[in-house]
DNA sequence: AAACTCATTGACTTGTTACTCATTATATTT
DNA sequence: AAATATAATGAGTAACAAGTCAATGAGTTT
């Protein structure tokens, strides 16, 4: 499949125009960033984006989709299932800081974002929180936990995580949030749930 | 002062707008509503807004600051300075879901909004993690609370709060959030940072 | 190699919305 | 009462950005 010059090259522009668009959503912001934009990073005309997707909010969607497995995919990658809630909350971190620039404007702007975007967000949410669940569970039932509720234990993790990647702004004037304060949330999360 | 009639309509004219803006900022959002919107609905004339406030920032400016003081007030009026922790986030719920939908907005879209928003943000914030700190520190003492910075229970906290109000639309399909979850959220709280 | 297909182009159209300004009506001053 | 000042009006303007489409030229088929 895909023998033939023509679809080798729309496919490749496709995907061009995707990786681009993460790019600029992730620098620019997802709502600031133009099609316009878009099509001038990428090196194609403007009307080379609506060649390939009918609407910015079809690209908005495929993009964000494409996003939402790539990274999926690596959480999965770096999650060993057997670990201890430690490690895994660890990679949990590890693999946000691979994609925080385009995670942290997915989460800052998700609610002024066309309903099926928030697909995706559940998504991406629900792999990381599978993951924790089993584990809190088993190091609850080990009585290294505290006695508490496995989806508030999940909550006040994300609630963290994401309080931290939203005010980054306040938490620190540039670079990475996540970077800087991986060690300290995690040692904070863990001290406050363990027994 | 503003004895005379025209002064004295101005300024009402002045507080009606802002009190409008607030109100639809709340409803259908801040960076959705328009200048024309809130004209509208303060039965004005389009551009009676721009007699008043120069651009849709400076409106957006004042609302916000109008907001803030209002906030920070309410919750000075609701927070015992010798109440026990658990009475004074109590408080904190209390006064935030009086304000709930502009205060979800602000949460929401600060990191969209001109930058003088934020110093109004960090006033709000500042207000309640002021005595939640005094608080936490007494109980601290007491050995009531487990022996965590301070500057952690608060974030850890917020970021609870602030996990449920951004993802409302997640965790109930209308109403509010806080109403719903508040004596889970407090109760859940209080569970993790006593020893 | 001629006929045809289709990805790409970029100037153009359309819709939206912040902001302007000459005009009007009403209050204040002389 | 006449002259003046100003709050409010709303039709009009300007800027921006999404989306369109006839034209182009390279690739594919016959």
Chains 1, 2 share one sequence.
């Not at 960033?33 to 909010?57: C, L, M, P, Y």
């Not at 299932?81 to 590890?94: C, G, M, Y």
């Not at 609610?111 to 088993?138: C, D, E, W």
Request: proline share 2%.
């Amino acid at each position: 499949m895909l023998k033939n010059k023509r679809q080798q090259q729309k496919n490749l522009t496709r995907k061009h125009l995707l990786e681009i668009a993460i790019k600029q959503f992730g620098e620019t912001g997802i709502l600031a960033t133009r099609t316009a934009d878009i099509a001038k990073h990428a090196n194609v005309s403007h009307g080379t984006v609506f060649a390939h997707f009918s609407t910015q909010e079809d690209l908005l969607t495929a993009a964000v989709e494409e996003f939402g497995s790539q990274i999926t995919q690596r959480l999965h990658e770096l999650i060993d299932t057997n670990s201890s809630l430690s490690k895994i909350l660890d990679a949990h971190i590890t693999g946000l800081i691979e994609f925080e620039p385009f995670y942290t404007r997915l989460i800052i702007e998700r609610r002024l974002l066309p309903a099926n975007v928030t697909n995706t967000y559940v998504m991406i949410q629900s792999t990381i929180s599978f993951h924790i669940g089993i584990a809190a569970q088993k190091e609850l039932d080990q009585g290294i936990v505290r006695k508490l509720p496995v989806h508030l234990l999940y909550n006040t993790w994300i609630g963290l995580i994401h309080y931290y990647i939203t005010n980054g702004d306040l938490f620190c004037s540039s670079g990475s949030v996540l970077k800087r304060y991986r060690h300290e949330l995690l040692q904070h999360y863990i001290d406050l749930i363990t027994i």
